[in-house]
């Protein structure tokens, strides 16, 4: 973590721009005694350090109120909420791997420099109110307000150890010159988001209109993200030798830098608008009254702007302090306490991360960017119709379609300082993105209750996936801390899916439960994540917007086509139907087989490396073959007490596509293990308390190359504690 002035979640005031940061951007390092500098300076946070500290124990408190005032003429419906939280988290160790592959040897080397272990602490506060009321004017209509607010603080602090000799499994650590250097990195970052929702909705029934059901809602939304001051210093040395770097600024073979001391300023905006109303038939009746045919329809509209904006501030020039511009430190780097000094471990002389902006005349400076800001919108109109028919013989048919026109947009921003000529002009618009469509939605259900408690259903409906605008926005999102960069791709293409299935609905009783279904997808353009590279490139270049990315770039395509298939098989049963002695128990289960399978875009196939003839297809990204969970459950009404414990599994998955390797990125399978249970006692039982462990397992998560040991990313996941008590007045 790391010393900070925010409270209760709340830190943009202390953590502005620096007043003048445009005007830093002319600063040269030859002006480091100028005035002006100075004068920007004291408005610079120069507190690099992070520390070490003892979790605390997270807290969370809460209030809610509701209540139905009752006049002669209509009612009011009043539900109110507050609560505030506080917790801790820590993620350690966390490893991540810049994989390369030898295909001489069939093995792995790193990137030292790219690849590191580390550790991430999380202090986050929250807030949050919710208020409903409801005007009842009869048993026709009512109206009635949503308010929800919420705001969130969150404190990170980042430190990673570069793996300078070895990776993870023993792979030769390669860094581009003929002595290992380990690198330590820190980042400490504020993230503040704020969400405001206000929502007017309405239902009647228009009784002089054949009983017509209308529901209409209309909500406002504005969320704002600001992620502002993030620091990011580093540090290194040669091991077994007395070579110890300070805070390096230039990049070369021979020295540790790649990433300068820097702050950086984000702010995302979102502001949205949306409106539904439906219109609902009553039942009529047919064929002399026995059966009856419903019909709905509806009309909505969503739209959505959003501004993204990121200032950086880096370091000028080199700075001149007690030690050199060349930032080799001759001293003995042994003053420190061990190999993998901590945060506030410092030379016992010279200048490091906690004093190089005071004891140097090193300064920072506004250092304008081109593609790191985006403005974007989404519109989507829709309106749909449906209709649902019993038929003679227990046999019910639902149809319905729906029709969409969506169009998303987004432009590439450039920071002020920056002149935009012709030709950044003529790039900007190369690379605005655009998506606009209309399509039609179809749906079919048809079911039959066969026997008493046995129902049979089948379904067929078309859908679509359509990118976010991140996904199209071509921009560059870098983590200097690992060396890897997401960057748009803005010729992607909502994804048009047709679904299947068919189930088998068996009751046992009211509350037990056996299902049986097959399932089935044909996607056209699933949109797939991948790690760029070069043959990448070339294939996603066109009409002028240049990718200049490398193997640690992240982005997204389109496949050509992609199918899902499987079975899944679900179950809820009391065990008191076995035996007397197992009141209250019950047993419950869900088992899903699926496989997948996609054909890839011609882009995809160019990228591919090694094994190409073996690779022109791949899995579904994320779909994992095998899925269960089980679970055990008790509850005793006249006790207040009911328990349960639930144990999940799933299967391998692959996690991103790897065209610069033997096989593609994938996830190892991992099981979770999670236990509750809550008590009511009083007596009106107005008491209740609740304890629960989840991941009881914590087993760790690890991505690696399909077939090898090769690790790509490992990181232990975190068992949680938690205890509550509520009251009810």
Do not use: C
Not at 611 to 616: F, V, Y
Request: charge should be negative; hydrophobic fraction near 35%; aromatic fraction near 12%.
């Amino acid at each position: 973590t790391y010393e900070s002035d925010d409270q209760y979640g709340f830190g943009l005031d202390s953590r502005s721009l620096p007043e003048g940061y445009l005007a830093s951007a002319d600063f040269k390092s030859s002006d480091r005694n100028d005035p002006a500098v100075a004068e920007f300076m004291k408005g610079v946070n120069k507190d690099f350090t992070i520390m070490y500290a003892k979790p605390k124990l997270s807290q969370s408190y809460g209030l809610e109120f509701g209540n139905l005032i009752e006049k002669k003429d209509f009612s009011i419906g009043i539900l109110a909420s507050a609560d505030f939280s506080e917790s801790f988290s820590a993620k350690t160790p966390i490893y991540k791997q810049d994989l390369t592959y030898r295909d001489g040897s069939n093995d792995f080397a790193i990137n030292a420099g790219n690849s590191f272990h580390g550790t991430e602490g999380t202090e986050k506060n929250e807030l949050g109110s919710y208020f409903q009321t409801s005007l009842i004017l009869d048993e026709s209509n009512e109206i009635g307000l949503v308010n929800l607010w919420s705001h969130t603080g969150d404190k990170t602090a980042t430190m990673n150890l570069s793996l300078a000799v070895n990776g993870i499994n023993g792979e030769t650590a390669e860094d581009g010159s003929a002595e290992p250097k380990y690198i330590q990195r820190f980042e400490k970052s504020w993230i503040e988001r704020d969400m405001l929702i206000n929502q007017l909705y309405g239902k009647h029934l228009l009784e002089d209109f054949h009983d017509l059901e209308v529901n209409w809602r209309y909500a406002t939304t504005s969320v704002t993200l600001d992620e502002p001051e993030t620091m990011r210093i580093q540090r290194g040395w040669r091991p077994d030798d007395d070579d110890y770097f300070g805070v390096p600024r230039l990049q070369s073979t021979q020295s540790i830098s790649r990433v300068a001391p820097q702050q950086v300023w984000q702010n995302l905006s979102d502001e949205s608008d949306f409106f539904r109303i439906d219109f609902d038939s009553p039942e009529l009746a047919y064929l002399e009254e026995d059966n009856f045919i419903t019909f709905s329809f509806g009309v909505s509209k969503d739209k959505l702007d959003r501004t993204f904006d990121e200032s950086n501030f880096e370091v000028v020039g080199t700075a001149r302090g007690s030690r050199d511009d060349s930032f080799a430190v001759p001293d003995n780097w042994a003053d420190f306490s061990a190999v993998a000094p901590g945060p506030q471990d410092f030379p016992s002389s010279g200048y490091d991360i906690h004093n190089y902006f005071t004891e140097t005349n090193a300064f920072i400076a506004y250092n304008p960017q081109k593609f790191r800001d985006y403005s974007g919108n989404i519109e989507t109109k829709a309106y749909y119709l449906k209709s649902e028919i019993d038929f003679p013989n227990e046999v019910r048919v639902s149809m319905g379609v729906r029709s969409e026109d969506f169009h998303a947009k987004t432009i590439p921003g450039i920071d002020s300082g920056i002149e935009i000529t012709p030709r950044l002009r003529q790039s900007i618009d190369n690379a605005t993105a655009e998506i606009k469509e209309s399509n039609f939605y179809p749906s079919f259900a048809i079911s039959k209750n066969f026997v008493e408690d046995l129902k049979f259903s089948l379904n067929y409906g078309r859908t679509t996936a359509r990118p976010n605008l991140r996904e199209i926005a071509h921009i560059e999102s870098i983590d200097p801390l690992s060396n890897s960069v997401f960057k748009g791709n803005p010729f992607l293409m909502p994804s048009e899916i047709a679904n299947f299935d068919a189930r088998i609905d068996w009751s046992l009783s009211e509350t037990d439960l056996i299902s049986l279904s097959v399932f089935g997808k044909d996607i056209e353009k699933p949109i797939q994540a991948i790690r760029a590279n070069r043959e990448l490139n070339k294939a996603l270049q066109q009409d002028g917007v240049s990718w200049s990315t490398d193997g640690n770039t992240n982005t997204f395509v389109n496949s050509e086509s992609a199918t899902v298939y499987g079975v899944e098989l679900e179950g809820k049963v009391g065990l008191e139907t076995f035996s007397e002695y197992f009141r209250g128990f019950r047993i419950g289960g869900n088992l899903t087989w699926s496989s997948s399978e996609v054909s890839l875009s011609d882009a995809e196939k160019a990228s591919i490396q090694y094994n190409k003839p073996g690779r022109m297809k791949r899995s579904l990204e994320g779909q994992s073959e095998w899925i269960y969970t089980v679970d055990l459950s008790y509850a005793n009404e006249d006790l207040g007490t009911s328990s349960t414990l639930v144990y999940s599994f799933y299967d391998s998955r692959l996690q991103s596509a790897f065209p610069a390797g033997p096989d593609d990125l994938w996830e190892d399978a991992y099981s979770t293990l999670d236990f509750i249970h809550s008590h009511k006692f009083g007596a009106e039982h107005d008491w209740k308390v609740k304890i629960s462990a989840k991941n009881l397992t914590a087993e760790d998560r690890i991505v690696r190359v399909k077939g090898y040991n090769a690790i790509e990313e490992k990181y232990s996941s975190s068992r949680a504690f938690n205890f509550s008590l509520t009251k009810d007045f």
